[in-house]
């Protein structure tokens, strides 16, 4: 039997420096539907199959970005074909991350709470 070495935090590496690269060849996208796009979280199967894309929209429509992004994902992949260093470079997949409008939610969800506790407390 063959002993695999392992090397820890591969996964995690590879994926960061996907994002890296990703973030990088967007800038050379001229798809007017992409807009300020931000580059969150890359995931990545164990096999290096695939690999989810997490990104958010500062300047633009999320939708549209989003399928921009997947019709240009073959680009990108060839891309990082040529940038990365492994054996099988991730089919890409993206998708509109949602947290920072749920953590601006959220903050002004607390902050009502805390004005209408402020306004309990003072009667």
Do not use: C, W
């Given at each position: 039997m063959r002993n695999k070495r392992v090397i820890p935090n591969r996964t995690f590496?590879?994926?960061?420096?996907?994002?890296?690269?990703?973030?990088?060849?967007?800038?050379?996208?001229?798809?007017?539907?992409?807009?300020?796009?931000?580059?969150?979280?890359?995931?990545?199967?164990?096999?290096?199959?695939?690999?989810?894309?997490?990104?958010?929209?500062?300047?633009?429509?999320?939708a549209d970005s989003e399928l921009a992004l997947n019709e240009a994902a073959g680009f990108l992949r060839n891309g990082l074909f040529k940038r990365l260093q492994i054996h099988t470079v991730p089919t890409l997949h993206f998708h509109f991350d949602r947290t920072t409008e749920r953590a601006a939610e959220l903050s002004a969800l607390i902050t009502q709470a805390n004005a209408r506790r402020a306004l309990d407390s003072d009667q």
């Open positions: 590496r590879v994926s960061d420096q996907i994002q890296r690269d990703v973030a990088e060849l967007i800038r050379d996208l001229k798809d007017p539907r992409i807009g300020m796009v931000t580059i969150n979280s890359v995931d990545i199967t164990p096999d290096y199959a695939h690999a989810k894309v997490y990104f958010s929209v500062l300047i633009g429509d999320a």
